[in-house]
């Protein structure tokens, strides 16, 4: 998977109300806009990592209908992080206070806050291309914790490996792992990964 960035300097200065105009005009291709005000366009991912994002989207809903503590977003959802990007985590929550806070306008338009919670996946195709590529997406991941992501899981299914990022804190890798806990985030969620791993 090639992500390509294009700087417009010379042709435009990218707001984000502009950046929302063409956002909103191709809504067939993933776009995302970085604090560099460089549009980032994501092509699209493998079934498999679809069939991943859909059972996380599954799980975390599931518990998130019981527990009613805040709001979940898969990854056509664009936030406005305080640093200026505009990012789209495949998996994505907000603590309902913050959701509640936000006017009817916000809500209709990139979501202006970072989540609370972020998970990014490593498709297998990225895993075969330079080092750089998954640098961007472990740089993506660090980029939500400096923008007050307080949990992030970037879900390596390949290697079933999992980096965990919290805020403030250095950032823990898990092999193999079963489960992972929401902590207190997402407090009494765990999420099973045995649904994540190689289904073969």
């Not at 990592?49 to 664009?78: C, M, P, Y």
């Not at 919290?166 to 950032?171: A, Y």
Request: charged content about 20%; overall charge negative; glycine content about 6%.
């Amino acid at each position: 998977m090639t992500v390509l960035t294009l700087n417009l300097d010379s042709v435009i200065q990218l707001t984000e109300d502009i950046f929302y105009q063409l956002w909103t005009i191709n809504r067939h291709v993933r776009l995302q806009c970085n604090a560099q005000g460089e549009v980032v366009i994501i092509p699209p991912t493998e079934g498999e990592i679809n069939r991943i994002k859909a059972e996380l989207i599954s799980q975390l809903g599931v518990w998130n209908k019981t527990s009613l503590l805040g709001e979940d977003f898969d990854s056509s959802t664009g936030f406005t992080l305080p640093n200026g990007a505009v990012r789209s985590p495949e998996v994505a929550w907000i603590e309902k206070s913050r959701w509640d806070a936000l006017t009817a306008a916000q809500k209709q338009k990139f979501i202006p806050l970072c989540p609370d919670f972020a998970i990014e996946i490593i498709s297998p195709s990225e895993m075969m291309l330079p080092s750089d590529v998954l640098k961007r997406v472990e740089y993506q991941m660090q980029e939500y914790s400096s923008n007050g992501c307080r949990l992030g899981w970037l879900i390596n299914p390949e290697k079933q490996e999992v980096e965990i990022y919290r805020l403030g804190q250095e950032v823990e890798v898990l092999n193999s792992p079963q489960t992972l806990s929401g902590e207190s985030v997402l407090a009494g969620f765990v999420l099973n990964l045995s649904e994540i791993w190689d289904k073969d």
